[in-house]
């Protein structure tokens, strides 16, 4: 059974830094897309950044300049740098590994953004 485990969420006060680390017990990792999705209260999940092992990060246009994706496929784990963090932050971060048609969830990690 493929499980996948975050990491490194927090509280932070607005313009601060967080860094999420997500890790896959899949057999073939580089095959897999990683990706960081989140959902605040009251709203629908939505994608943050996502890559696969070959080719530049996609990123939400909130977060771009602001948040870095990256992935290390011998560790088998995906690392997203957030900085200057700002309140509409607030979210459970969620990440996924998926290939064609497989999707993978983890449970969550909560990061709060305070003012």
């Known amino acids: 059974q493929v499980q996948v485990a975050e990491s490194g969420g927090g509280l932070v006060q607005t313009g601060g830094s967080l860094t999420l680390s997500c890790t896959a017990s899949?057999?073939?990792?580089?095959?897999?897309?990683m990706g960081w999705y989140r959902q605040a209260p009251g709203k629908e999940r939505e994608l943050v950044a996502q890559?696969?092992?070959?080719?530049?990060?996609n990123y939400a246009d909130s977060v771009k300049g602001r948040f870095t994706l990256s992935r290390d496929n011998a560790k088998k784990m995906a690392t997203l740098q957030m900085n200057s963090l700002r309140t509409d932050g607030t979210a459970v971060y969620y990440c996924?590994?998926?290939?064609?048609?497989?999707?993978?969830w983890g449970q969550g990690t909560q990061v709060t953004v305070s003012a």
């Open positions: 899949i057999s073939v990792f580089n095959r897999y897309s």
């Open positions: 996924n590994v998926g290939f064609l048609g497989e999707d993978y």
């Open positions: 890559m696969w092992s070959y080719g530049s990060p």
